[in-house]
């Protein structure tokens, strides 16, 4: 079956450094990938998407390239703000009618002043 | 305009009640999911609606689970003889149509339902 795996956590950093979270899945076929943030007391909210092989998606200054070679879905960001401190979800689709999604465990991101 | 939502935002109850969870998706969204969240982990599937039918329930763990949306907008989790082992965060998402007249690939979340089970 389809499944997500993303690094342990937590992450902790300081305001203004590189972020990467890594993100592999198994999957048949052509899945799409997605993040998903949760921010402290606020329901999930989808990030960024990619919906086939070498896509990039980004957003509010997080990106992701999907690469199928690797079957990976990292995400990235230049320079984190305390603000983007959350919990980050990797997640799958697969294209069947359902749609439904799979995700990662979730790692927690804590940025400091 | 208003999101998905969801009600109560909290349910304690005891080993073996039945408990009922309800969604209430974006206006227009046909394409209806639940999902659980245990501490954790990331959400699981349990069950998709497309309309009023329950097209997808491949994630429902056992025979004590039921959902409903009779009207093809809200819908009922239905859990009976609650276990301990059922305490999670049960979250509804919505999405609506794509052009090929399956669910588009985004899908939006509600608040979830906290179930403790003592």
């Known amino acids: ?113 | 305009g208003a999101g998905v939502s969801q009600t109560p935002s909290n349910k304690v109850t005891e080993k073996g009640k039945y408990v009922e969870l309800r969604c209430d998706p974006i206006s227009g969204h046909t394409a209806l999911y639940w999902y659980r969240q245990s501490l954790g982990q990331g959400p699981e599937f349990l069950i998709y609606f497309q309309g009023t039918g329950a097209a997808d329930d491949s994630g429902l763990p056992n025979d004590r689970f039921f959902a409903v949306r009779p009207e093809g907008s809200v819908s009922t989790l239905k859990i009976q003889r609650t276990e301990r082992g059922d305490s999670a965060v049960y979250l509804c998402a919505s999405s609506s149509l794509g052009l090929a007249g399956g669910p588009r690939n985004e899908q939006f979340f509600g608040p979830g339902t906290r179930l403790t089970v003592l």
């Open chain 1, 1 to 113: 079956g389809n499944s997500v795996t993303q690094m342990e956590g937590p992450v902790t950093l300081s305001e203004e450094a590189f972020l990467t979270i890594n993100c592999t899945y198994t999957a048949t076929g052509y899945p799409s990938l997605f993040w998903y943030v949760q921010y402290p007391g606020e329901g999930l909210q989808l990030l960024l998407k990619a919906t086939k092989a070498d896509d990039k998606g980004s957003n509010k200054g997080f990106e992701a390239t999907y690469r199928k070679e690797t079957t990976s879905f990292h995400l990235e960001k230049g320079s984190v703000q305390v603000s983007d401190s959350a919990v980050y979800f990797c997640a799958l689709s697969d294209n069947t009618a359902a749609r439904k999604l799979t995700f990662g465990k979730g790692i927690t991101l804590s940025v400091r002043p």
